[in-house]
């Protein structure tokens, strides 16, 4: 980043004052921005702060309002996706835009002009797959992928396109640790080979490990510029936030108490041909811990997760044990009686109705707090108790009668465990608690999930994203190709051994430094 | 290339309006028909939509025809809004006349409020235990309902026709394919004295506040609800699939079966090989018009009730073929879906990129 006469050349992106209104609110406001070649530029800011919009009108997806955009030098309008990939500018999306019922070979010939050969286009996969650290099996079908694998997906098919500006939306949320590093690695050696890349992400350590520059985003304003080199990720969040970043506060272990869940041999062949089967899982879960389960996505957490909460009960009663009940064949509802609560990794369409109310949604998996009588719905109650869940985990939202999928990502979040919170269970099963959701609602929900710790729950965190599990747990384990790990005490661990379980290798022999091979 | 382009937000207020759109469109589109068809188009309106509810038994006529498809759309409404999808209405409406027919041939000649009673009964359970077919085999082999349900309707159809040309045929009937008729004793009482007007319009209204009170506030309704619009949300909460699949199929069936009864006890009289007049299909189309909801089907149960009216005058009075009710039916559903897709999506012009 010297300084040239030359410079203008190396300018590949310019936005000027882009302006784009939505009828409630304007997502980007005079926002500027320029990209050089080679460059990694981070754009930071908070759910809402319009990173996601302005990548858009990048991409064609959608069209600014007022501003203008250079590309190389060239004004030029952006119509549509097809014609950004046109001229060198490929994107990964935070959410995904796969089709479920095709295989990945088939997803990726669609994002390509003409008609790609299959079989060819698979082997390129493999090679692009091998080559960047994302194993992914271009025969599956979408639908039997899990979030992480789905990510892979998308970034394989911008690679393939040998994009001159790769726009990245938080990419890195689903990989190990090693996968991260070799994804830089690659990001580097695109950067060297003069691609820009534009990079949103909300974890700051990766951003300041990774990128050269970063503009920062605020209620669709441009708020500040900075060398992430030069900053600490405290300095930058308070820069994305306005305000210091509240730290959770984790106190020493409380006193164990009940065992609240055992797994006793669980085992489980996936419905799902291409799923993961559960082999012989053993843990026991006490009052009073969090107990975090790390493990690239895909390693059997759905299936683990379908068979704690009941949705799809296993045959062997005494595999799971909830408060003392044996409960494997138990459907949800029994298990909540016993004492379960259940926060999934869905939000919409699982963890809650789109369409209906917020209300409506409490009443999901509340009634059974004394909210029917005879069959019938006392929606007074039902509204006090959605209203009490909104104020509590302050859920930004139009009020408690608005569809949940008015909410964004991170309100409807903490609406959802909320709602499982308010319910006082004695055991509660928390997959991805803060996905896509920003630095200061993860920092509450992580908050709320140590202080309900505190007052005596079980926890069982099933996440993706490593820092999390060690800012919250007390004990941590792995899974890994549908086998779990020993737990350890979260003193007598560290990242890079978690790192390294994650490939499913904790029974490999490990000399007693605790440094595998480095 | 036109393309559909789904809307970011659809318009509530437009999915509520659209019903309305349809039935405008519908009148249109029957005023252009009466006049391809050499009709004067003002006449064949007033033909079809105002003439049969002109006077005081036009209305008793017209509340008549909307009984059976009151009935029907309510109980298939429930199932609807679980998506379990009965499309064997009509079938299970036969199987309830034939039901309620036995109860009343077999007590031929009796007295006493127990036959009616009893051809309620059975008028309902036999709606069930034909929509309890396609239920079971659901749940124990996961067949699809709405093939079950819609073949079991040509079972049915030809099991009453086997009926009336045998075991149930009138003895002194010189071998015309129905039954006897009915005692008085079997038959509905009138409630609008002059009338056919019978006390089948008082279950309909009945059925229409108990499926108005189940659906939006009971917590089975609820449940039901979110199994339609998220499957895996009614998964997770732990709402028993196959308890709704039951609930879907029985409420329709049971309704379904309380048409047929009252058809064979109410203006027919007697059971023949034409039960129902479609009314189990027709009841389909009310249900989406009405957008499952009771206080809908009321209104939209009326206005199919004039289209069979109106079809009977423009056979009469314009000299138009019978299946004019059907086009009219067929316009209504179609131009309800079209104007659906429309709030859902947009249609685009798009360029075919070179």
């Given at each position: 980043m010297t300084s040239d006469a030359a410079e203008v050349q190396a300018l590949r992106l310019e936005l000027g004052g882009i302006t784009k209104r939505y009828p409630s609110v304007i997502?980007?406001?005079?926002v500027s921005l320029t990209v050089r070649r080679g460059e990694i530029h981070a754009v930071l800011g908070e759910n809402g702060a319009g990173k996601s919009t302005l990548m858009k009108m990048i991409y064609g997806v959608t069209k600014p309002d007022a501003g203008e955009m250079k590309w190389e030098g060239q004004p030029v309008q952006v119509d549509n996706p097809a014609h950004a990939r046109s001229l060198g500018i490929g994107m990964v999306f935070q959410h995904f835009s796969l089709f479920e019922t095709l295989n990945v070979v088939e997803n990726v010939a669609l994002a390509l002009p003409g008609n790609p050969d299959l079989g060819e286009l698979s082997r390129q996969i493999t090679e692009v797959s091998n080559r960047y650290g994302l194993p992914v099996d271009p025969g599956r079908l979408v639908h039997a992928l899990s979030v992480g694998e789905r990510q892979r997906v998308e970034i394989i098919r911008c690679l393939l396109q040998n994009p001159k500006l790769l726009i990245m939306d938080e990419p890195t949320s689903v990989l190990t640790p090693q996968a991260v590093r070799k994804l830089f690695d690659t990001l580097r050696q695109l950067a060297d080979e003069g691609c820009s890349i534009l990079y949103i992400s909300h974890k700051l350590d990766e951003i300041q490990e990774l990128c050269h520059v970063a503009t920062v985003l605020r209620d669709g304003k441009v708020t500040g510029h900075c060398i992430p080199a030069e900053e600490t990720p405290r300095s930058m969040a308070s820069l994305m936030i306005g305000k210091e970043l509240p730290v959770p506060e984790h106190g020493a272990p409380a006193d164990l108490g009940e065992v609240r869940l055992q797994l006793q041999g669980l085992s489980k062949p996936s419905d799902d041909p291409f799923g993961t089967d559960l082999q012989g899982i053993d843990v026991e879960l006490r009052s009073g811990e969090i107990l975090g389960i790390a493990g690239v996505?895909?390693?059997g957490q759905q299936e683990l997760l379908y068979a704690l909460s009941g949705e799809v009960p296993v045959d062997d009663a005494d595999a799971i044990v909830i408060c003392g009940v044996p409960s494997g064949r138990d459907m949800p509802d029994r298990r909540r009686l016993n004492g379960m609560g259940f926060v999934p990794e869905e939000r919409l369409g699982r963890g809650a109705v789109p369409r209906m109310s917020l209300t409506e949604n409490a009443l999901l998996t509340a009634h059974q707090a004394g909210m029917l009588r005879y069959g019938m719905i006392r929606f007074e109650r039902v509204a006090a108790f959605a209203r009490q869940c909104i104020s509590d985990f302050n859920v930004k939202c139009g009020g408690e009668d608005h569809a949940a999928n008015s909410l964004s990502g991170g309100n409807l979040q903490k609406f959802i465990m909320g709602r499982e919170i308010l319910l006082a269970p004695k055991l509660l099963v928390v997959a991805q608690p803060t996905w896509g959701v920003d630095v200061g609602a993860a920092a509450f929900i992580r908050q709320r999930l140590i202080d309900l710790r505190d007052e005596g729950t079980a926890i069982l965190v099933i996440s993706e994203e490593l820092e999390e599990l060690f800012e919250i747990s007390d004990r941590i384990a792995v899974i890994a190709e549908g086998r779990l790990s020993p737990t350890k005490k979260l003193a007598d661990t560290n990242i890079d051994e978690i790192g390294l379980w994650m490939?499913?290798?904790?029974?490999a022999p490990v000399d007693n430094g605790g440094q595998a091979h480095a | 290339m036109l393309r559909l382009e789904r809307r970011p937000e659809a318009s509530q207020m437009m999915s509520y309006a659209s019903p309305l759109i349809a039935v405008v469109l519908m009148l249109i589109g029957g005023l252009l028909l009466f006049s391809a068809l050499g009709k004067d188009p003002i006449e064949g309106f007033k033909v079809f939509f105002l003439y049969p509810i002109s006077d005081a038994y036009g209305v008793s006529e017209l509340l008549l025809k909307a009984t059976p498809l009151m009935l029907c759309a309510i109980g298939l409404a429930v199932g609807f809004r679980a998506n379990v999808w009965n499309i064997g209405a009509e079938g299970q409406l036969i199987a309830g006349g034939i039901a309620a027919s036995a109860v009343a041939l077999y007590f031929y000649e009796a007295q006493g409020a127990h036959i009616l009673i009893l051809m309620v009964i059975a008028g309902a359970i036999g709606g069930m235990l034909w929509a309890a077919i396609p239920a079971f085999l659901k749940i124990r082999f996961n067949t699809n309902e709405i093939l079950v349900s819609l073949m079991l309707v040509y079972v049915a159809q030809l099991l009453v026709s086997w009926l009336v040309h045998g075991?149930?045929?009138?003895?002194?009937?010189?071998?015309?394919?129905q039954s006897r008729l009915f005692d008085d004793s079997a038959l509905l009482p009138i409630l609008w004295e002059g009338t056919r007007l019978n006390l089948a319009f008082g279950f309909a209204i009945s059925a229409l506040l108990v499926g108005y009170i189940f659906m939006f506030r009971s917590f089975a309704g609820f449940q039901m609800q979110v199994a339609g619009y998220a499957k895996d949300a009614a998964r997770y909460a732990g709402f028993s699939a196959k308890r709704m699949i039951w609930i879907g199929l029985l409420s329709g069936g049971g309704m379904a079966g309380l048409a047929g009864m009252s058809e064979v006890a109410g203006p027919m009289g007697q059971i023949t090989d034409h039960v129902s007049n479609n009314y189990g299909f027709a009841a389909i189309i009310v249900a989406f018009v009405a957008r499952l909801n009771p206080i809908g089907i009321f209104f939209a149960s009326l206005l199919m009730a004039l289209l069979y009216l109106g079809g009977e005058q423009a056979q009469q009075y314009l000299a138009l073929p019978s299946s004019i009710s059907n086009v009219f039916q067929g316009m209504l559903l179609m131009f309800l879906l079209g104007s659906d897709v429309l709030i859902n999506y947009r249609v685009r012009w798009k360029e075919v990129a070179a």
């Open positions: 997502a980007n406001d005079d996505s895909g390693n490939s499913g290798m904790w029974d | 075991p149930m045929m009138d003895p002194d009937g010189f071998n015309f394919p």
